[in-house]
């Protein structure tokens, strides 16, 4: 203070005289602080004196002085405004280093009224303005004070006020865009610090009495704060200036000094506080309030996190996106630190569900990137640390993502179904989106209808779509294509992801079958478009996501059941037929509840009635059309049932306007007059059977009830000009409740809730009012609905592969057929292994003959190569071995996918021989294919003869044979065999072409390439398999090795056919080798 220009000048004439006058018999005057307002430091230097604290420090130690007393003085440097910027600077400076240094601590004297003095003084710091540089200095120690009074041991005792305070402050500093963006970024980083030790302090928190007491005296329905809780503002991104007098601002405009931001920040909190703030400037132990008895705890934290749920919201056009993103880094952090613990206390968990979760999803439909990648990062966070209790909120975006993701309408054929045959072969059939839409009947209902739609659909945020619209007009770019698989994908990394959805959703009637349709997705977009070939990381993500489920299960270690799955799957095939029911029933009441009383949904009572059975379906199923249920239960006919229906709803302790807000919500009114008169009357009747106190009897009932239809109609129909007031309501409604009027008090209530909140039938709204009805209805659902709950077990793995192959084996069967590189082939092999193995453990022989018969085709050994062909396969000698270059052998050499498709087949036949069951015709017309193009390998092709020894199947005979007279039949085939065992070629036969050199080398690699099959392995096996596959097999030889029908035709001699000897041979040494199953086999 001494080397600053301001205080360079002075004089002794301006210094207060202070022992030395009294000394010498001089009178002193009182000095005060009105006396010399121009001179704050020596009015600072006369309270020091005055109060004797430089005795204090020399007499004592430091530690043992009441903490108050040693911060005061710095305290009302701080408070002052009529300090520059270096002195205040300093005074924060100073206090800092009490902290930091230890000189105070928890067990210093008063400690806890101190800190909240410290705190509160520092929200309430004030400097004279200079350049924006030096302030924004002062602010950054502010913040560095701020931090450290919070994240310190002593932080501890603060209270609730005070840390609201301090959070509030930094906010506004946050949000303050006069500021510079370094200072901003500090203040978000200071408040990121701050977060962590407060969330952290969730964690020893036991219980939340005392915030729930507050909270008890509170209107629950208009949310508001008690008195008593501590409270903060939503900051703003700019601020009014400072209200001031107008003999203030004149001194201002005369002495050409502008208040620092520091001021316009936080002067309206001080100017709230001002009257608690100052006290008597001779008493500096009472600056601040009694000490505090109870420490900070779940109150502020819940204001906290109030606060920041309410920056996000998407509709405050006063928010700004920097805002939002300022707000999303700090809530992150929360949920990381202490995400598990809020969920422990009902008052943090209700915020994280409803508002919380409802401003976070209509935030992932931004195309900013950077505010989507920060919103997909917290809706992350929430979802791993609290996923218990928002299942129906994580069903919802998880649907969001696939529509999101999936093509929008109009997009061609980029839709492609996958399709199994009945001989197990996968197809791909591309269809067309609008001709899926249009395939919808008028009563086709989605199976997720019971959630809000955050895209498609009625109710959703987005504009209608225009006449001149392009289909591809709300197409998402690529970033935000990927940056939301990217979030689909991180939620699957979890091992139980996807059995958790099977289990939590698909196997639950009140949820969507999310399970079904994530493995869709993922399947349609692991392959790229079909027109126009484009690999991009979104496939590869997809198609990654797809085999980690299957490695999920074959990694999946035993573990106890939740829940049997034979229970799973009864409840998921109940679930199926009432889907079915509800979508009859939109078509045709009649139709729906025939098929649901045939397949046993709506059951007799005793006495042979099912109106309870049928208007409990019609009470729970969510599925069902708004308006056809209004309409069925409008008719005459069905008034019993109407009365059964509202009977299931409880109307105890509501007033009338909100149970008929419950009723209408549930179904669309009708719109005859008649219809709605007739459930008018029938809600008014039961809901007097409550015996509510305002009403006198069931007619005044009946006609306060269509009265509220009609405020309602008159308050927010926008064809209405003259609204109807309060005193016109309560005229419309006078003298006659029972010839008295309605109490007043209770008419207001229900006048104003009306007006304020319209009650939104279903099906009727678009947009953000549509939305939150939806939304309204997701929250009451989640009271009722089970908690997720995480399923760590393979018991559920049967059901689930059995339910999805067909999809996963199509996306592997074509990731392998387009692949252009080894990794992508890779992963596609890799996929065939796991989808055998867990075929061949769950005993699925559709799934692993499905996957052979695939293969097989992929590996081009199907084709006849030399069925056009007369003249022998030529023979060339390379290192000593003989080749035979057939057109078979250098296709397969020189196909680089065939070879592999071709060893991946073998490969699974050695380790699931016992799977196969039709996929073996494929495989023996294979091994008929090489046999005929001299690709066996030896040991296949020779056997023992009692009289030549070991002899191989020649191709070809030696000479031809001559033709036998008319309608001789000679069909013994081992009767012939001896003339035909020569060499496979005759030597004066002349051959095909001399082959290339390209030709030598793919028959060479064909023939290495045929020795990784393991043939003879397979052969070996082939003898001891269990008794249905065997079975299989040799009807299999029966098929491919004997044309039973050509040979019944024929009226010459049967021709010499090498296939039929080979089959022949391996019939006669399994028969031999299984000589107990001969009955069986032969």
Same mark, same amino acid.
């Given at each position: 203070?001494?080397?600053?220009?301001?205080w360079?000048?002075?004089?002794v004439?301006?210094l207060? !005289?202070g022992d030395?006058? $009294?000394? !010498?018999?001089l %009178?002193?005057?009182?000095?005060?602080?009105?006396?010399?307002?121009?001179?704050?430091?020596?009015w600072?230097q006369?309270?020091?004196?005055e109060?004797k604290?430089?005795?204090?420090l020399? /007499?004592s130690?430091?530690?043992d002085m009441?903490?108050?007393?040693?911060?005061?003085?710095?305290?009302?440097? #701080?408070?002052?405004?009529?300090?520059?910027?270096?002195?205040?600077?300093?005074?924060?400076?100073?206090?800092?280093?009490f902290?930091?240094?230890g000189?105070?601590?928890?067990?210093?004297?008063?400690?806890g009224?101190?800190?909240?003095?410290?705190?509160?003084?520092?929200?309430?710091? *004030?400097?004279?303005?200079?350049?924006?540089?030096?302030?924004?200095?002062?602010l950054l120690?502010?913040l560095?004070l701020l931090?450290? =009074?919070? &994240?310190?041991?002593?932080g501890?005792?603060?209270?609730?006020?005070?840390?609201?305070?301090?959070?509030?402050?930094?906010? /506004?500093?946050?949000?303050q865009?006069?500021?510079?963006?370094?200072?901003?970024?500090?203040?978000?980083?200071?408040?990121? +610090?701050?977060?962590?030790?407060?969330?952290?302090?969730?964690?020893?928190?036991e219980?939340?009495? $005392?915030?729930?007491?507050?909270?008890?005296?509170?209107?629950?329905?208009?949310?508001?704060?008690?008195s008593?809780?501590?409270?903060? *503002?939503?900051?703003?991104?700019?601020?009014s200036?400072v209200?001031?007098?107008e003999?203030?601002?004149?001194?201002?405009?005369?002495?050409?000094?502008?208040s620092?931001?520091?001021?316009?920040?936080?002067?309206?909190?001080?100017?709230e506080?001002?009257?608690?703030?100052?006290?008597?400037q001779? &008493?500096?132990?009472?600056?601040?309030?009694?000490?505090?008895?109870v420490a900070?705890?779940?109150?502020?934290?819940r204001?906290?996190?109030?606060?920041?749920?309410?920056?996000l919201?998407?509709?405050?056009?006063?928010?700004?996106d920097?805002?939002?993103?300022?707000?999303?880094?700090?809530?992150?952090?929360a949920?990381?630190v202490?995400?598990?613990?809020?969920?422990?206390?009902e &008052?943090l968990?209700?915020?994280v569900?409803d508002?919380?979760?409802k401003?976070?999803?209509?935030?992932a439909?931004t +195309?900013?990137?950077?505010?989507?990648?920060?919103?997909?990062?917290?809706?992350?966070?929430?979802?791993? &640390?609290?996923?218990?209790?928002l299942?129906?909120?994580?069903?919802?975006?998880?649907?969001f993502?696939?529509e999101?993701?999936s093509?929008?309408?109009?997009?061609?054929?980029?839709?492609?179904?996958?399709?199994?045959?009945?001989?197990?072969?996968?197809?791909?059939?591309?269809?067309?989106r609008?001709?899926?839409?249009?395939? %919808?009947?008028?009563?086709?209902?989605?199976?997720?209808?019971?959630?809000?739609?955050?895209f498609?659909?009625?109710?959703?945020?987005?504009?209608?779509?225009?006449?001149?619209?392009?289909?591809?007009? !709300?197409?998402?770019?690529?970033?935000?294509?990927?940056l939301l698989?990217?979030?689909?994908?991180?939620?699957?990394?979890?091992?139980?992801?996807l059995?958790?959805?099977?289990?939590?959703?698909?196997?639950?009637?009140?949820?969507?079958?999310?399970?079904?349709?994530?493995?869709?997705f993922?399947?349609?977009?692991?392959?790229?478009?079909l027109?126009?070939?484009s690999?991009?990381?979104?496939?590869?993500?997809?198609?990654?996501t797809?085999?980690?489920?299957?490695?999920?299960?074959?990694?999946?270690s035993?573990?106890?059941?939740?829940?049997?799955?034979?229970?799973?799957?009864?409840?998921?095939? %109940?679930?199926?037929?009432?889907?079915?029911?509800?979508?009859l029933?939109?078509?045709?009441?009649? *139709?729906?509840?025939?098929?649901?009383?045939?397949?046993? =949904?709506i059951?007799?009572?005793?006495?042979?009635?099912?109106?309870?059975s049928?208007a409990?379906?019609?009470?729970?199923?969510?599925?069902? +059309?708004?308006?056809s249920?209004g309409?069925?239960?409008g008719?005459?006919?069905?008034?019993e049932?109407?009365?059964?229906?509202?009977? $299931?709803?409880d109307?105890?302790?509501?007033?009338?306007?909100?149970?008929?807000?419950?009723?209408?919500?549930t179904?669309r009114l @009708?719109?005859?007059?008649?219809?709605?008169?007739r459930?008018?009357?029938?809600?008014a009747?039961v809901?007097?059977?409550?015996?509510p106190?305002?009403?006198?009897?069931?007619?005044?009932?009946q006609i306060?009830?269509?009265?509220?239809?009609?405020?309602?109609?008159?308050?927010h129909?926008?064809? #209405?000009?003259?609204?109807?007031?309060l005193?016109?309501?309560?005229?419309n #409604?006078?003298? #006659?409740?029972?010839?008295?009027?309605?109490?007043?008090?209770y008419?207001v209530?229900?006048?104003e809730?009306?007006?304020q909140?319209e =009650?939104?039938?279903?099906?009727?709204?678009?947009?953000?009012l549509?939305?939150?009805?939806?939304?309204?209805?997701?929250?009451?659902?989640?009271?009722?609905?089970?908690p997720f709950t995480?399923?760590?077990?393979?018991?559920?793995d049967?059901?689930?592969?059995?339910?999805?192959?067909?999809?996963?084996?199509?996306?592997?069967?074509?990731?392998f057929?387009?692949?252009?590189?080894?990794?992508?082939?890779?992963?596609?092999?890799?996929g065939?292994?796991?989808?055998?193995?867990?075929?061949?453990?769950?005993?699925?022989h559709?799934?692993?003959?499905?996957?052979?018969?695939?293969?097989? !085709?992929?590996s081009?050994?199907?084709?006849k190569?030399?069925?056009?062909?007369?003249?022998?396969?030529?023979?060339?000698?390379v290192?000593?071995?003989?080749y035979?270059?057939?057109?078979?052998?250098?296709?397969?050499?020189?196909?680089?996918?065939?070879?592999l498709?071709?060893?991946?087949?073998?490969?699974?036949?050695?380790?699931?021989?016992?799977?196969?069951?039709?996929?073996?015709?494929?495989?023996?017309?294979?091994?008929?294919?090489?046999?005929?193009?001299?690709?066996?390998?030896?040991?296949?092709?020779?056997?023992?003869?009692?009289?030549?020894?070991?002899?191989s199947?020649?191709l070809?005979?030696?000479?031809?044979? @001559?033709?036998?007279q008319?309608?001789?039949?000679?069909?013994?085939?081992?009767?012939?065999?001896?003339?035909?065992?020569?060499?496979?070629?005759?030597?004066?036969?002349?051959?095909?072409a001399?082959?290339?050199?390209?030709?030598?080398?793919?028959?060479?690699?064909?023939?290495?390439?045929?020795?990784?099959?393991?043939?003879?392995?397979?052969?070996?096996?082939?003898?001891?398999?269990?008794?249905?596959?065997?079975?299989?097999?040799?009807?299999?030889?029966g098929?491919?090795?004997?044309?039973?029908k050509?040979?019944?035709?024929?009226?010459?001699?049967?021709?010499?056919?090498?296939?039929?000897?080979?089959?022949?041979q391996?019939?006669v040494?399994?028969?031999?080798?299984?000589?107990?199953?001969i009955?069986?086999?032969?």
């Amino acid at each position: 203070m001494r080397k600053n220009a301001r205080w360079s000048g002075m004089t002794v004439s301006g210094l207060n !005289m202070g022992d030395l006058g $009294q000394r !010498m018999g001089l %009178r002193t005057p009182r000095f005060t602080k009105e006396n010399h307002p121009q001179n704050e430091v020596i009015w600072i230097q006369y309270k020091l004196k005055e109060q004797k604290l430089f005795t204090k420090l020399y /007499s004592s130690y430091v530690r043992d002085m009441d903490t108050l007393t040693l911060v005061t003085p710095f305290l009302d440097v #701080v408070r002052s405004g009529n300090t520059t910027g270096s002195i205040a600077g300093t005074a924060l400076g100073s206090i800092e280093k009490f902290l930091h240094y230890g000189i105070i601590g928890l067990q210093s004297p008063n400690i806890g009224t101190a800190m909240n003095a410290l705190a509160k003084a520092a929200t309430r710091c *004030k400097f004279e303005a200079s350049d924006a540089a030096s302030d924004e200095l002062v602010l950054l120690r502010m913040l560095q004070l701020l931090q450290m =009074i919070l &994240t310190s041991e002593c932080g501890q005792v603060l209270s609730d006020e005070a840390v609201c305070e301090m959070m509030e402050t930094g906010l /506004s500093m946050c949000c303050q865009m006069r500021l510079s963006e370094m200072l901003r970024r500090s203040a978000e980083h200071v408040m990121i +610090n701050i977060i962590v030790a407060m969330f952290e302090r969730l964690k020893v928190l036991e219980d939340e009495w $005392q915030f729930v007491d507050l909270q008890s005296e509170t209107n629950d329905d208009e949310k508001e704060v008690s008195s008593n809780a501590p409270h903060m *503002k939503t900051p703003r991104p700019t601020l009014s200036p400072v209200s001031k007098s107008e003999d203030d601002e004149k001194v201002k405009e005369e002495s050409g000094t502008e208040s620092s931001d520091t001021e316009q920040i936080l002067s309206e909190k001080t100017e709230e506080n001002e009257s608690s703030t100052e006290t008597p400037q001779d &008493t500096p132990t009472t600056t601040a309030t009694a000490t505090v008895e109870v420490a900070y705890g779940l109150p502020s934290i819940r204001e906290l996190l109030r606060v920041l749920i309410s920056l996000l919201n998407p509709h405050e056009h006063t928010h700004t996106d920097s805002m939002r993103m300022m707000a999303l880094s700090i809530l992150n952090v929360a949920f990381e630190v202490g995400g598990r613990s809020i969920s422990r206390f009902e &008052t943090l968990r209700s915020l994280v569900m409803d508002d919380f979760c409802k401003y976070l999803f209509q935030l992932a439909k931004t +195309n900013s990137i950077q505010l989507l990648a920060s919103t997909l990062r917290v809706i992350s966070t929430v979802f791993d &640390t609290m996923r218990p209790h928002l299942k129906l909120q994580h069903e919802l975006f998880l649907f969001f993502l696939i529509e999101r993701l999936s093509p929008p309408p109009g997009a061609g054929t980029r839709t492609i179904v996958a399709d199994v045959d009945d001989d197990g072969n996968v197809g791909f059939i591309p269809v067309s989106r609008e001709h899926s839409l249009e395939t %919808r009947g008028p009563g086709h209902v989605e199976i997720r209808s019971a959630s809000p739609n955050m895209f498609l659909g009625r109710t959703n945020d987005y504009p209608k779509p225009a006449k001149g619209y392009q289909p591809d007009a !709300m197409a998402i770019s690529g970033e935000v294509r990927e940056l939301l698989l990217e979030c689909l994908v991180q939620c699957s990394r979890t091992s139980t992801f996807l059995i958790d959805i099977w289990y939590n959703y698909d196997c639950d009637i009140s949820c969507g079958d999310l399970f079904e349709e994530l493995i869709q997705f993922l399947s349609k977009n692991s392959f790229p478009d079909l027109q126009n070939y484009s690999l991009t990381s979104f496939h590869v993500n997809c198609f990654d996501t797809l085999l980690s489920f299957i490695k999920q299960m074959v990694k999946r270690s035993e573990d106890e059941d939740l829940v049997p799955v034979d229970e799973l799957l009864r409840r998921k095939a %109940r679930k199926k037929i009432i889907l079915n029911g509800a979508a009859l029933f939109n078509e045709s009441p009649k *139709k729906g509840i025939q098929y649901l009383t045939e397949n046993g =949904i709506i059951e007799a009572d005793k006495e042979n009635d099912t109106k309870e059975s049928l208007a409990y379906f019609l009470r729970s199923t969510q599925q069902l +059309n708004k308006k056809s249920l209004g309409e069925y239960l409008g008719k005459p006919e069905n008034f019993e049932l109407l009365q059964v229906f509202m009977r $299931q709803f409880d109307f105890k302790g509501k007033r009338m306007d909100e149970a008929l807000r419950i009723v209408l919500e549930t179904f669309r009114l @009708p719109g005859e007059s008649q219809q709605i008169m007739r459930v008018a009357d029938t809600f008014a009747d039961v809901f007097f059977e409550q015996k509510p106190s305002e009403i006198a009897d069931s007619l005044a009932a009946q006609i306060l009830a269509y009265s509220i239809i009609m405020l309602n109609t008159d308050q927010h129909n926008p064809q #209405v000009r003259g609204r109807m007031t309060l005193q016109d309501y309560m005229r419309n #409604v006078r003298g #006659v409740n029972a010839g008295q009027d309605f109490s007043k008090e209770y008419l207001v209530y229900i006048y104003e809730a009306i007006r304020q909140d319209e =009650i939104v039938m279903p099906e009727e709204h678009e947009g953000r009012l549509g939305f939150n009805y939806a939304w309204k209805q997701l929250l009451h659902r989640a009271n009722s609905a089970a908690p997720f709950t995480s399923c760590d077990t393979p018991a559920y793995d049967k059901a689930m592969f059995e339910q999805t192959w067909k999809p996963i084996v199509a996306s592997i069967s074509y990731a392998f057929s387009t692949a252009q590189d080894d990794t992508t082939l890779e992963k596609a092999i890799e996929g065939f292994y796991h989808c055998s193995l867990l075929a061949s453990k769950f005993g699925l022989h559709n799934v692993v003959d499905s996957i052979i018969s695939n293969l097989a !085709m992929m590996s081009g050994l199907l084709t006849k190569a030399n069925s056009d062909s007369s003249l022998p396969d030529p023979i060339v000698e390379v290192a000593g071995q003989k080749y035979v270059i057939s057109r078979l052998a250098v296709r397969l050499g020189h196909n680089y996918r065939n070879q592999l498709a071709a060893v991946t087949m073998f490969t699974i036949i050695n380790k699931h021989s016992n799977s196969l069951r039709s996929s073996w015709t494929k495989v023996l017309q294979i091994i008929r294919n090489l046999f005929v193009n001299s690709m066996l390998p030896d040991s296949m092709i020779h056997f023992e003869d009692f009289l030549a020894g070991s002899i191989s199947i020649p191709l070809k005979p030696k000479s031809p044979v @001559p033709s036998k007279q008319n309608n001789r039949r000679d069909g013994s085939l081992l009767s012939t065999l001896s003339s035909y065992l020569l060499s496979p070629y005759s030597n004066d036969e002349s051959y095909r072409a001399d082959p290339t050199e390209e030709e030598i080398e793919c028959a060479m690699s064909a023939v290495i390439c045929v020795s990784a099959f393991n043939l003879e392995k397979i052969l070996a096996d082939i003898s001891v398999l269990e008794t249905e596959p065997l079975i299989c097999f040799m009807k299999a030889i029966g098929t491919v090795g004997y044309d039973s029908k050509s040979i019944e035709s024929t009226t010459t001699t049967i021709p010499y056919d090498p296939t039929t000897i080979l089959f022949l041979q391996f019939m006669v040494t399994i028969a031999d080798r299984n000589i107990n199953r001969i009955d069986i086999l032969w």
